[in-house]
């Protein structure tokens, strides 16, 4: 099993920018595929982006590409989700899933909020 946790969710104006974090531990976290998601209210939870194995091998979903990017640092264990121009329809709780690229069960954490207000 992973532990993940998020971070760095907040309250931001509209254009402004946010950095989410994920950390995960439990596995070799070189291995692990890590996506986020989120969940605005009301609303079912969204895929927002995924990076795989490698640095390179992000993809995003259509409503945060060129203004979402997704990075890891294998040193930390971590996956950086930096937001820039935020937009009203970003805010939600944005949650992060690690698991092992071989498949089987992934894991979430808690979520961490974002707010963007107008």
């Known amino acids: 099993q992973v532990q993940v946790v998020e971070s760095g969710g907040g309250l931001v104006q509209v254009g402004g920018s946010l950095r989410l974090s994920c950390s995960a531990s439990?596995?070799?976290?070189?291995?692990?595929?890590v996506a986020w998601y989120r969940q605005a209210p009301g609303k079912e939870r969204e895929w927002v982006a995924g990076?795989?194995?490698?640095?390179?091998?992000?993809k995003y979903a259509d409503s945060v590409n060129d203004r979402f990017t997704i990075s890891r640092d294998n040193r930390k264990n971590t996956v950086t989700l930096r937001m820039n121009s935020l937009k009203p329809d970003d805010t939600a709780v944005y949650y992060c899933?690690?698991?092992?690229?071989?498949?089987?069960?992934?894991?979430w954490g808690q979520g961490t909020r974002v707010t963007v207000s107008s």
């Open positions: 899933r690690a698991g092992h690229f071989a498949g089987g069960s992934s894991d």
């Open positions: 439990g596995s070799t976290f070189s291995n692990l595929v």
């Open positions: 990076i795989g194995l490698a640095p390179s091998a992000s």
